[in-house]
């Protein structure tokens, strides 16, 4: 006897590129975050985004609160997005994206500019950001691949000005 169902599996995001504007330690700066994905992104899904704790939400042009000032798409200006911060179940800071996914059967290269985010106060690299694509049922889609810090970022040592 066949069986008429399969296991569903979650499809990988690949070539995660994240990289802040400025990368100095304590800067509230935005970060572009590029992915690909390699399935078919059913319309209206969306993406969770889950911050390292090294990095916030900054506050500095949000009056004490934590909103982002930008949430855009980097490679079509038309498409609006709309990013809602929150946390998660252990507490640590999630991105909500949606509007990304505007047509049926949505694949390939996809970039967010989100900010504005507060980098760590020290040097070094920081804890992994992670990428998950949902439908718009909340059917989990796609997710980062877990390769040690291939989705963390580097922050250098601020450079004062000496004049």
Do not use: H
């Not at 590029?34 to 992104?41: E, K």
């Not at 390292?52 to 949430?71: E, K, R």
């Not at 992670?130 to 877990?146: K, L, V």
Request: hydrophobic share 35%; aromatic share 6%.
């Amino acid at each position: 006897m066949n069986s008429l169902f399969t296991d569903l599996s979650i499809e990988t995001v690949t070539s995660v590129d994240i990289s802040p504007s400025d990368p100095a330690a304590g800067e509230s700066t935005n970060y572009d975050i590029i992915f690909t994905a390699d399935t078919d992104i059913p319309k209206e899904s969306y993406i969770v985004i889950t911050l390292p704790p090294d990095i916030t939400v900054s506050t500095v042009n949000a009056g004490g609160s934590t909103v982002l000032d930008t949430c855009a798409n980097l490679f079509d200006s038309s498409v609006t997005l709309t990013c809602t911060v929150g946390t998660d179940a252990d507490g640590t800071t999630t991105i909500k994206v949606e509007g990304l996914f505007p047509e049926n059967d949505n694949s390939g290269q996809f970039g967010i500019d989100l900010g504005l985010l507060l980098n760590p106060s020290t040097t070094g690299e920081t804890g992994d950001f992670q990428i998950d694509i949902f439908s718009p049922n909340d059917d989990a889609i796609a997710s980062e691949t877990e390769g040690g810090d291939s989705n963390s970022v580097d922050i250098k040592t601020p450079v004062d000005d000496a004049s």
